[in-house]
């Protein structure tokens, strides 16, 4: 295991006082930049920054950042995920840890899919069957990880398989933290 003991701390980001969201760090006992590269290349949607030792991550929304002593996540709805989500994190370091000899690292810094690119993939009709008032919102939200590619229901007929495999070859990946 590599991270063995952690203190998590929770807070109100000082930029956004009296916000209904909420940050979260767990200072850890070990370094986890040895994990980056395994976690890289498993976390589809990453950007790792290997001469600051950090990689950032997207999920749901959440602002996730994993540095050599920390791990830290922004804009979730309350304390008792804040914490959760933090738990699941290192465990999600520990099981990329343990899984290093099947994975390839990979050191290469990769771009997040803007919206805009999204959308040139999306059916562009604004239907609403996703429940967003136009394609560009949904795209806006996807690339967030705020929805899922499966909500855009139109995009999954014959006449979009082209667009939809390109779509899913450049979204995020969101593996289970919990
Ligand atoms: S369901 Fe797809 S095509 Fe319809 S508005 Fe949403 S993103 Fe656009």
Redesign the pocket.
Known sequence: MLIGTYDVEVFTPPCNPGAERFAARARLNAPISDALPFLNATLRGAVYNPAANALTWKKAGHNIAFHDYEIATSNVEDREAAIQEIRGLVDLVNRTWERRDEITPDLETHQRPTPMAIYKL???????????A??FT??LRLAASQVQVE?????FGPEHAEDLEELRSILIDAPSIG
């Open positions: 999306l059916p562009k009709t604004n239907c609403k069957a996703c429940g967003e136009t394609c949904f795209a909500a855009c229901t139109p995009l």
